[in-house]
Nanobody, 127 residues
Framework: QVQLVESGGGLVQPGGSLRLSCQAPGLIFSLYAMSWSRQAPGKERELVAGISRSGGSTVYADSVKGRFTMSRDNAKNTVFLQMNSLKPEDTAVYFC????????????????????WGKGTLVTVSS
């Protein structure tokens, strides 16, 4: 049973930074594109960022472009989300997801089709 494990969430002031990590023990990591999504209270889950199997291609939601950076380390079965210039509206539970995509440069662009999910990590941006 594959279980993705997120970490790095917490309380941060507006304008601050956090780095989320997601480990995927037991997953043939290099075969999966990865995604970060988030769900704020009372709102639907939204895709925040996606990265290809190789790490060479990324995609971001307009709301986080220029502030968030997604990366991966295939040797360590880990994906990261560096979040800078955080805003109160970034407050949410953040989830990582693994998506099998046959093309190594394709990126996940929607929430459907995720094969494995983590349980999430809470990010709170507040003064």
């Amino acid at each position: 049973q594959v279980q993705l494990v997120e970490s790095g969430g917490g309380l941060v002031q507006p304008g601050g930074s956090l780095r989320l990590s997601c480990q995927a023990p037991g997953l043939i990591f290099s075969l999966y594109a990865m995604s970060w999504s988030r769900q704020a209270p009372g709102k639907e889950r939204e895709l925040v960022a996606g990265i290809s199997r190789s790490g060479g291609s990324t995609v971001y939601a307009d709301s986080v472009k220029g502030r968030f950076t997604m990366s991966r380390d295939n040797a360590k079965n880990t994906v990261f989300l560096q979040m800078n210039s955080l805003k109160p509206e970034d407050t949410a539970v953040y989830f990582c997801g693994a998506v099998y995509l046959s093309n190594s440069e394709n990126v996940p662009r929607e929430l459907g089709g995720v094969d494995y999910w983590g349980k999430g990590t809470l990010v709170t941006v507040s003064s």
